[in-house]
């Protein structure tokens, strides 16, 4: 897995890398039981703060992702996919009210906005029904 940080994104260096890394798992690009970079080697790669990947591992652990094993590294933790969908689900309604916020306020009305989703599904080569 590679993760690429974007100086001029927008969103914190360590949200990035909990996006990159919550993104392989729920791919299933990082299998359960994968150990994770270092938390130092991970800063040295990227040439970030050891707090910055500090603070990303954490809230990973948090979030039920990975799991940190004193001495051994961090490790990918299996996941239950009923809870995977509801997690990837919250992440599609926060973007789906985020562009509903943007489309109000810019006056969008309903029948432009699905028109636009229909065209962004057609475009990313995906059946979505």
């Known amino acids: 897995m590679r993760i690429v940080i974007q100086n001029r994104a927008g969103e914190p260096i360590y949200q990035q890398i909990i996006d990159q890394i919550q993104a392989a798992i729920l791919s299933g690009e ?3 039981g994968t150990l994770l970079p270092s938390i130092r080697g991970l800063a040295k790669d990227l040439q970030i703060s050891v707090i910055t990947t500090t603070r990303a591992y954490h809230d990973l ?3 039920g992702l990975v799991q940190n094993v004193q001495g051994k590294g961090t490790y990918v933790q299996p ?3 009923a ?3 509801e997690q990837t689900l919250r992440q599609v309604e926060a973007g789906l009210q985020a562009a509903l916020d943007a489309a109000k306020i810019g006056q969008i009305p309903p029948a432009t906005l699905h028109e636009m989703l229909d065209n962004l599904m057609a475009a990313g080569g995906e ?3």
């Open 30 to 32: 990082l299998q359960p």
């Open 79 to 81: 996941q239950d996919p």
């Open 61 to 63: 652990e948090q979030a």
């Open 83 to 85: 809870l995977l969908r």
């Open 127 to 129: 059946d979505h029904e």
